[in-house]
């Protein structure tokens, strides 16, 4: 119990320390419809815990506010309505100060529903519901720095963030100096899916088998350099490199270069820079393409005579080893060829939780391992994340297979 | 000039006494792409002082701010680029502070150059131009009011405003309770626009002849309560009272009644409230009916029996004798049946400045007027307020005519 | 009596004579919203007889087809329903034959309902209904030929349309080569709308007095050859030049010529090309330039140094004279600065018909003259056509005025 | 050879009959982006035959119309521009009977190719290009019977096709009334893709192997009795049983029943009818429910406790077996829970004719078996037919699965 009690703090002050470098400003402006203000990530995640857990197990529960049910709501049906997404950056009321108030409140709250629930039943119910308040949390922490980016992004002075030093690191990327190697694995039965006793959420169960024919892995991700001779040789002019869904995207969006890549109008040497959390910056040739939607990777791969790896390729390789500097973990989330859908078996956890993440089984792509902007300790093997084709303010990059 | 310095310090601090009960969050987000952020409003007024009498009279100018001259530009296409209209929003940076700052700077600056110029020179160029900015930043204290009350109108909790006096009367409205009569006038030649020797914009110009045949006028605004007669009897449900365009209007935007009025849901007595500057409050009845589009103000007025009157005809009106309790002025905008266009012989002012009215005179009605919104000593019988025929934001009201 | 049913005959007859270069697949496609299939024009003009004069007046009246009364009511809310406007194309059924039968039917019972009535009540409502029904269905002949011109544009094969002689003429423009001279008129009261014993419509009523300030009017229309000089003067890249609304239009709709305009792409002298109801020509310099929208009338006229008339200045102009070439008829409709207002004291007729003009007044310009494609004899001095200030498949034009 | 020019006779005429029913106007218009006129089938099929064979195989090839190479290409960026899709119906020229000539003289043109080349030759790159545009045409052939039930569905005369005998077997669909058995499958290792001599698309290949848990399939489809009854359980009102996208698009595009359901209204049963080919008829509650998209098809799945098969689950059932009146094939495509993607190893045909079906892997789901649409002949077991999640104009319905 108390190593849940200080995972719970633990976990909950680093979403404060994520927005001490923003002003009250800063965390209350949507930027698009697909990201939400940092000041309602705040909010939400406290949302969660009240909604899920305070107001099933504690004895006398009163709502903080009885309008935050409503308003902090992010789709949970089973809960009841929910104030419309596009308009979450509406909300200068509460104030921040109103919202980290919220947070202090249920926090203690929380807090001692811990301290007064004998030991015995920790393992039980709550536990696991506090459980999947933190990784929920931790979800949104990756997603708080994402939405940020894109919002410093949207200003044409082009601010930096200067987070704290852990996060800071989010667009630091990692060498991808050395060669690519193309690791074999042969064809067989591999088991997909979650085992073990860690946390995990239900999408990435039930662990099951698939046979997966003869292919290779990349042993790095994409660089900069590399994405750039795509770039070069035409890659955003050529329909034949592109899906046609993809191909028309990139024709009406006018989409010529990854998401926060852009060239120093009117200077002598026009170099190739890139905007990220510590502002703008030249582009880091040997570090990893990111911020790339899943059109833009399959397109690359195509021209590169690969493809993007299945789940199951990608699952059984990350498994398999992972040395030193493959980077399957924490520099860039990778898209794979893999619609998000159920696994065989697949049962939705029971009640309003349960539309965690079942209902969002369709037209998504998933990105597997991690990226430098996700929290310690939050990722692993079977993890699946997933987005929309055309999804590019993550930290999204490119592993390369074959068959 | 002491004067001029007296006038300038007296407006620019009214428009910082308007923010003075928003917090940060309130003053940077936008509602809506018609709408701007407070922040923007005290701003880009600044800007206006800047970019057209500071970098022109004042020797050594140098910018404030480089980047402001594209961020705070509303739509001068004569000084260059603009930043986006719907992105208004999205400038946490400056924050607000800073944006106070960049305020006292050319403040002082202004001051300064007033105090420098020889009196003789006032009554030029220089005079006419910081007027001008005058005006405009009244005219923007209004908006700041009505984008607020928008802004604040979206969010669930509906939280009031708590202006300063006199602009919390912003919503008090007036008294229509004592029977409307009808004033007649005969026909004959009129002359309209301005005359005389205070300030007026170039879309009051030249002063010209109209002949008017014989009308009546209404003595006074429509109240909330014939308002509701009309909506209790299918007002936006019989195509018959609209025009076309209206109609389609309602139809898509399922207009069922004034902006800001709501039921009360779930209550026994499901009485009608109207959003205000104070928050909600119960309807009015004898109070002038406001936030109308041109549609509805023109469908009403076709069910009571009458019609909007046009520009000529409300100025002949009100110039001649307006009595106590007429309300032409200080309660609502007033839609005319007028598009608005240039006066014969129409001329805009030279330069960049001349863009301020003339480029809009196309797909627009004019009111006419002032509401309990309009800054002291702002309106005149001359004035030409104008909005797109589906406007509802401004504190918009009728004035019935008849033939 | 017989004068009557022999117009009826006549105007009936040309309608059916306009389609015979026309396929059944021509007449059936609508190529944007604002247009109406050829052979929906046929079938709505005979609906207005059907159910505005047969149903009223026909003892033991039978609809032709029961499902007609809903499929080709354009907008009549008094009426009933109508089939939605940018459906009409889908209507395959009934072929072009039925509608051709249907026109032929009803045609015959009108021409017998004629012969029944005595000739004393002729004078009364229903010789006014099918004076208003032959002045509705000349309209629409002039509408079929600028939709079907639209709609042969669209196809890559630009295919001539080879009309009847009369209306061959349409595209035929006329000499614009003598000098442009201006005339002047001086101030003073003028009487506008219509005035004596012809056809008019309600929205020419009633007569009465305008003032007019001192103005000159161009004694011809604008050429092709001086509107290609604004356009080589950089016409569609000066936003100084246009109304912020046209300036937006222009942007987002890359309009960069006159609606039919286009250059000989891949040929060596790269010549401008027009396509026309003849198929593709070249640019005849010296004809009156067409299809042009509002907002391309109001800038070319602010690069000529002049502006648009009033629709007073207008009709003073030309019924002060209208000399011989001055083509105040029968060349290009001619955009006035006038939004499509009321005249003081208009009253819609009553009943389903009155629908017709008063409830389209907004948001739109008038525009006055005729075109080549008008029907003979339907163009008078007091006619106001009237678009919104977009359209450009009209044969629209320019006629100069200056203060 | 014989055979082959015996089968491409016989697919090429049978195109033409089913536009026999149909009038040059019902054969030209486009009733929605997604559909395509008759005509233009009935064009495009031919480009497909003139563009890839005779282009490169007939010496002194000249294009029947220089136009047609652009006009009729739907989607390859390889042979060059294309009309733009929602274009098609504008094309009134070339008419019906162009189109006809057009489809005679490439007949003749490819059968004296036929003829010429020495038999051995065949069994090489022709005959395989040959037998891909018949494929290709049968392909059309269904498509062209879903297009023009959807535009004789937007006419309110909702007028029959009255099609050959065997098409008109469309909408016949098949009794569903015998008792819904589960079909159990263990675990275990099955190969997926095209095996043996027949033709096949690229798409089907390589065949491969999957690992299949243990699932059970239901023995036939669902019927319209038994989706009725998810209906009246308020299946459309519930957000709980659909995936989220699937909710939104309720809400937005208000869907309350199937395509091509609707109730009489205004008569004393308001019993459910549905549109078919045959016009429209009493709902047959025992045939199969078609015409869903594949979230009303998920839907139902979860509200009957049930899910939908994915595409290996599909073929190992079909090919274990199919008894009679399973209804695997000739009924409806059944929609699968397997988003369309490349199979592992996977490349698609070289040249533009490579652009058949790779690049459409993206956001689109499977469907397996056929339809009483699709031509004899044309089905085959590891054929996969795939739409958007949102289409519903094909003959789309529901075979569940079990884990």
Redesign the interface.
Known sequence: MRHLAAAFASVREQSCRLVQPL???????Q?MPDASPAKWHLAHTTWFFETFILERFESAFQPFHP?FR??FNS?Y??VGEQ?PRA?R????????AEVLAYRQNVDQRLLALLAQVPAADIAGELATLVELGLQHEQQHQELLLTDIKH?LS????L?PYHGPDATADADAGREQARALRWQPFE?G?VEVGHVGQGFFFDNETPR??????P?SMASRLVSNGEYLAFMEDGGYRN??L??????DWVMQQKITQPLYWHQAQAQFDSAWREFTLHGPQPLALHEAVTHLS??EA?AYARWAGA?LP?EAEWEAAAAGGSLQGEDYFGVAWQWT???Y??Y??YVALPGAVG?YNG?????QYVLRGSSAATPHGHARLSYRNFFP?TARWQFSGIRLAR?
């Open positions: 002003s009250a400003e800063d965390c209350c402006v930027s309008a409503v308003l789709y049906e089973g104030h308009q950056g509406l909300m200068t009321r509460p104030a921040l919002l949207m200003n044409p002075l601010p064809a039965i099951h088998r698939q046979f997966v024919e292919f329909p034949l592109w899906l046609a869904a993809g191909w899943f059109f399959e493809r299945t060829t893999s619609s859908a159920p065989p078996g539309e209902k969002f089984m369709v037209n084709a068959s």
